[in-house]
């Protein structure tokens, strides 16, 4: 399985819309269109680091480049 693969299965696994998520690659993931909670990216940033082997720094995550599917979909494919 590659990695956009594994980040979709990690997507779907804490209930989120894969496909909406996919096609709206800038919207918030805990914005109101989206709706996920900061439970859900934590349980993400864990299942990145621990599928795909991937340590995302903390200041990409305070700076905003963990919040959108576009922003976590750079730091897998950078990594």
């Known amino acids: 399985m590659n990695e956009e693969e594994k980040l979709k299965q990690i997507i779907i696994k ?8 996919r096609a709206h ?29 991937i340590n995302i720094p903390e200041n990409m995550i305070i700076n905003g480049e963990f919040d959108t599917y576009e922003g976590i979909e750079k730091i897998v494919m950078d990594n």
């Open 25 to 53: 690659p800038k919207e918030k993931l805990l914005g109101r269109k989206i709706g996920l909670w900061a439970r859900d990216l934590l349980i993400i940033y864990f299942e990145i680091k621990k599928e795909l082997n």
């Open 14 to 21: 804490v209930g989120g819309d894969y496909e909406y998520i």
